[in-house]
Structures are given as C-alpha cells and as structure tokens.
C-alpha cells in the first residue's frame, strides 16, 4: 500500500510539472493546480463516502484547519518548485518534512529525540543542503520553495499525527479536502481573467479553446460555485 500511495505522489508532482511547465502547452500557476489536486480529491473522496456511508463523529475543527491550511501550503509549494527545478531534487528535498516534524514534536507533542534520530536528522539535512547547491554558480533558489515546502509539511505532520488519536481516517480525508477545496477556491479567482480570454478569443478571432482550456476554466467555474454556495449558506 506503500510503494502504490508512493507512486501516486508521485504521479501527481509529474502531472503538477506538466501543467506548470510548457510540456502541455501554456503554464498554469501553482495555485491554480493545487486547486484542481484538492477539488478532484475531494471529489474521489466524496464518490467513497457515498458508497461507505462513514458517520461522522466529533469534529475537531481547529485541528483540521490548521492540517489543511499547512497541507494546502506544502502541495502548492512542492508544485511551484518542480515547474523550476528537476522533479526528483524536489521530491527529495520535501523529504525533509519528517525532519521539521520530529524537531516541532519536542515542543509541541513533549515527545523525546535519541541521538540515533538526532543523527539521522542531520544526514537528512546535510542532503538536503548539497541539493540545494549553495554556490553563486549553481544555487537555484527555486529549491527553497521545496525546503519551505518540507518545513510547512512537517507541520502538517504534527496536526495529522493528533487527528488520527481522535477520528477515523476517511472522516479526516472528507474533511481535509471539503477544507482544502474552499481554501485554494479563494486564490484561483484571480485567474478567471483566463476564462474571458478564452470566451473573447472564441467570439472575436473564432479560436477554440484546447482541452486544457477547458479543464482549467470547468476547475476555476466548479470552485467559484462552490464558494459562492458555501457563502450563501453562513450568511444568516
């Protein structure tokens, strides 16, 4: 179960560089793909919920919005890194994140560190640092995008590690995702700028959208209703 949740992290930075890169035609920005990743998430979560039918128990709001609010930072950090640095040297700088977390569980969680974690905390970093390639000649800073990326994620790790002692792991993810999808709705709205392109070029220069158009406007339309609706419902 590992290796496959391994190879599907994968496969999403992979797509996330497609699309943030000109491999699939024009560049999307990292926040807007973040928002794709959470409203299709959300959406295969949502389709399991259906058919499970879990009954959720108490929610620990704080809890949730503090792991989605760090979750949704590192996801868009790690996609803006890959858009500029090789996919595997972000991958493996993000890898830090159990790092950050071990070092916040001593405040945070009272949890106690050995001198074998401590040094394996530092072979980590010590990695971590030779990718970053700290010369004038060969340091690309887009790769402290990705150690932001792990430090914000370790964090995260510290949230998730309190929620799973409380609620059950497909009330976390339902929950996770109906957040994360509100979250990263609020920032794309910027870019609906792309939509009206789209629909001038069609009406004035009779250009068709490609497919990637069309899917980039369906997410950004999707989460403004979303929110649009989500707002209508907590005004009194």
Known sequence: MILCASAFIAAATLLAKALGTE?????????????????FAFAVVACAALVIRPTLTKIHWRLHIGRTVFGWMGVTLVFAAVAY??????????????????ILAIPLLGEKVGSVRWLAAAISLTGALILLRPTPDSFQPAALLALAAAFVTGIEMIFIKKLTGLERVLQILIINNLIG??????????????????????????????????????????????LAIREGRVRP
Do not use: E, K
Request: proline share 6%; net charge negative.
């Open 181 to 226: 999808v509100a979250i990263a709705s609020v920032a794309v709205f910027s870019y609906a700028v792309l939509v009206f392109a789209a629909l001038y070029d069609f009406a004035i220069f009779d250009l068709v959208p490609d497919w990637i158009s069309v899917v980039g406007a369906g997410v950004i339309i999707s989460g403004a209703l979303l």
């Open 85 to 102: 640095i090789p996919m595997a040297d972000a991958t493996a700088i993000t890898f830090v994140n159990p790092v950050f977390a071990m």
């Open 23 to 39: 491999t699939m035609g024009p560049p999307l920005h990292a926040l807007q793909i973040s928002h794709g990743r959470f409203i």
